[in-house]
């Protein structure tokens, strides 16, 4: 874990996809997955920059096991830009399990960057969708600002966050996840695999109090 960190004003704390659906009672509920809304509130005052991520998806996607038949949530199928792994029905556009926890309170966030609304193509990255090629925006909103350093926190941290800070550090982002505000959905040693690729890429964890305004 990272030593205690002064915030500043070339920093974002990237919030990603603190949802309905992903909290305990949700279609795509991360085991404690609301336990990480007081912490990230707390956490967000710290940051002048705050950007928060939605998942967003059509009520067909493709990322959805009832878009195949015969196949169940959590198999893995072949898409065109690679392995995908199928998921209940969840984050429909305009539903409630949509929207974002009702009490996620961050009134001062400067975005919000909603994903996978293509169809076609599953979004786990705040950055890329999971082609790998087509991009939200993020990148670009970021160097504009001048935004040097990327905190992350949220859910799902062995999918959603773990794409988004993969490719916050690959793009020469300082990257660094806050390990308690994030929950994971460990599915095939997903967490393990998530732990080992973050030290592969220098992408640090800390604890929410080691972070100071």
Request: with cysteine; aromatic share 8%.
């Given at each position: ?16 996809d ?22 990230i ?23 959805f ?40 309170s ?81 599915v ?26």
């Open positions: 874990m990272a030593s205690r960190i002064e915030i500043g004003d070339s920093d974002l704390l990237l919030v990603i603190v949802q309905i659906d992903f909290c305990p009672g949700g279609r795509l509920a991360v085991p404690d997955g609301d336990a990480v809304v007081p912490q509130n707390e956490i967000a005052g710290r940051f002048k920059h705050v950007v928060l991520t939605q998942d967003w998806h059509p009520r067909d996607h493709r990322s096991a009832s878009a195949h038949p015969g196949r169940k949530p959590f198999e893995t199928v072949t898409m065109p830009y690679g392995p995908q792994v199928l998921w209940p029905d969840h984050c429909v556009q305009g539903t409630r399990g949509a929207e974002f926890h009702p009490d996620l961050i009134p001062h966030a400067e975005l919000v960057l909603r994903k996978g609304f293509r169809r076609e193509i599953d979004s786990y990255s705040a950055f890329y969708e999971n082609d790998r090629s087509t991009r939200t925006g993020l990148l670009g909103y970021l160097r504009e600002r001048g935004l040097a350093r990327v905190f992350l926190a949220g859910l799902a941290l062995d999918y959603c966050v773990r794409y988004s800070a993969e490719d916050a550090a690959a793009a020469g982002f300082s990257t660094t996840v806050i390990r308690d505000a994030c929950r994971g959905i460990g095939g040693g997903s967490i393990e695999e998530t732990d080992r690729s973050f030290a592969a890429r220098g992408i640090a964890s800390l604890e929410a109090a080691a972070i100071r305004a």
